[in-house]
């Protein structure tokens, strides 16, 4: 009995795919055709159903899947257990990230961390919602306080706490004036991301005002589109300063009511609740914490 073909057959079941299996294993497209083959041959049964455009399980392979899929998941788990424990920095580390934070936090570290261990590989996935490690097998997924966080099967850790202003581009004041107050952002057109429907502004003496945006002339999750119309004089977004900072050095960004603080973004990394840390993820978290100043 070749275990190595079921293996195979849970991770092109995982993966969705003869290609993201071959990618996911580090092995040619055809092994993983030739292993799912073998396997069928072996069990006198097809296991998965194949078109030009897409790939499912038949009911045997759903039934074996679910039969199996658990002991080799937890399998891996177990290898990834005794590599923490031999600090191997080695293999793939996969992560979840909203742009935003991917971009301008997580890119320098990973590019830090592949220099440094070359055995280590990095997939660094742009997600736009929430996501929950577990799901797609995730190392490292990270999300923002006020998406909502999966439940207590998931490890939480608080990696960042983000400086966030309002900015809009000198066309668009010129136009319509500066605001002088929160409340008067109600009266320009606003851009805004998954979970912008209030915006909050803390007044030097410890105060609060918030500023509710029901109807806004932009709502994407991606925080690059909101930037590029906010620079293109479309309305105001709530950005993080990193993240604009070279648009505002040049000019084609203000940066509106300077005297108030915004309600700071708060990033979380959330991990699958292992016994042990594997290796790869306790090293790059360390970075990464290093980058943000708080301990790991």
């Given at each position: ?219 994407s999750g991606n925080a690059n589109v909101r930037l590029q119309a906010a620079i293109a004089g479309l ?62």
């Amino acid at each position: 009995m070749n275990w190595d073909d079921y293996d195979v057959f849970c991770h092109v079941i995982e993966q969705g795919g003869f290609s993201a299996a071959a990618r996911e294993t580090g092995r040619p497209k055809s092994t993983i055709s030739a292993a799912i083959a073998r396997l069928e041959e072996a069990l006198g049964m097809r296991l998965l159903e194949r078109t030009t455009r897409q790939m499912r399980a038949t009911d045997a392979g759903d039934s074996l899947y679910h039969g199996i899929g658990p002991l080799f998941i937890g399998l891996r788990e177990a290898r990834a257990d005794a590599l923490a424990q031999g600090e191997a920095i080695a293999g793939t580390l996969r992560i979840a990230a909203p742009y935003e934070f991917g971009a301008h936090h997580l890119g320098p570290v990973a590019c830090e961390l592949m220099a440094r261990y070359p055995r280590l590989k990095v997939r660094l996935d742009v997600e736009h919602e929430p996501v929950n490690p577990l799901e797609k097998r995730y190392d490292i997924a990270f999300a923002m306080l006020e998406s909502g966080l999966p439940g207590s099967s998931v490890v939480q850790r608080r990696m960042f706490s983000l400086e966030r202003g309002v900015y809009a581009a000198p066309a668009l004041l010129e136009r319509q004036g500066t605001p002088k107050t929160p409340q008067a952002l109600a009266e320009m057109p606003l851009l805004c991301g998954a979970a912008d429907m209030r915006w909050t502004f803390t007044h030097a003496d410890g105060s609060s005002e918030s500023v509710a945006v029901p109807t806004p002339r932009l709502h994407s999750g991606n925080a690059n589109v909101r930037l590029q119309a906010a620079i293109a004089g479309l309305g105001v977004a709530r950005i993080t300063a990193t993240f604009c900072e070279e648009a505002v050095q040049a000019g084609r960004l203000r940066r509106l009511l300077p005297g108030l603080a915004c309600e700071p973004l708060r990033v979380y990394a959330l991990l699958p609740a292992r016994r042990l840390m594997p290796a790869k993820v306790r090293m790059f978290l360390d970075a990464l914490g290093r980058q943000a100043g708080v301990a790991t």
